[in-house]
């Protein structure tokens, strides 16, 4: 599975972008998409996660209510809405491609064994 993200950018606070993430390759091995971020100093955090089959969302608590993460299945693409940015969000984004095992998705569960390369975000304040 290749993932690839885009959309990455500089933007004031309280502004907003659009984070792209297209999946190619052994669809059969994936059925959640996640987005994560590392800022300098810090570790990789989780940001959200949808589940392909029916688009059930997850998100950290500190993005919920701004962003909002999205799945277009014919396109193998998957969006990240960030809308009223904060300087914080500042990071290199990951998207990850993966897989749950199981009837009920559990977000927190599921593993991420496909990377792509990151886009950087920048919100100045």
């Known amino acids: 599975v290749r993932v690839t993200e885009s959309g990455g950018g500089l933007v004031q606070a309280g502004g907003s972008l659009r984070l792209s993430c297209a999946a190619s390759?052994?669809?059969?091995?994936?059925?959640?998409m996640g987005w994560f971020r590392q800022a300098p100093g810090k570790e990789r955090e989780f940001v959200a996660s949808?589940?392909?089959?029916?688009?059930?969302?997850y998100y950290a608590d500190s993005v919920q209510g701004r962003f909002t993460i999205s799945r277009d299945n014919a396109k193998n693409t998957v969006y990240l809405q960030m809308n009223n940015l904060k300087p914080e969000d500042t990071a290199v984004y990951y998207c990850?491609?993966?897989?749950?095992?199981?009837?009920?998705?559990?977000?927190?569960?599921?593993?991420?064994?496909?990377w792509g390369q990151g886009t950087q975000v920048t919100v100045s304040s």
């Open positions: 949808v589940y392909l089959s029916d688009g059930s969302t």
């Open positions: 990850a491609a993966g897989w749950w095992n199981g009837s009920t998705w559990s977000p927190r569960r599921t593993t991420y064994d496909y």
């Open positions: 390759g052994r669809s059969f091995s994936r059925n959640a």
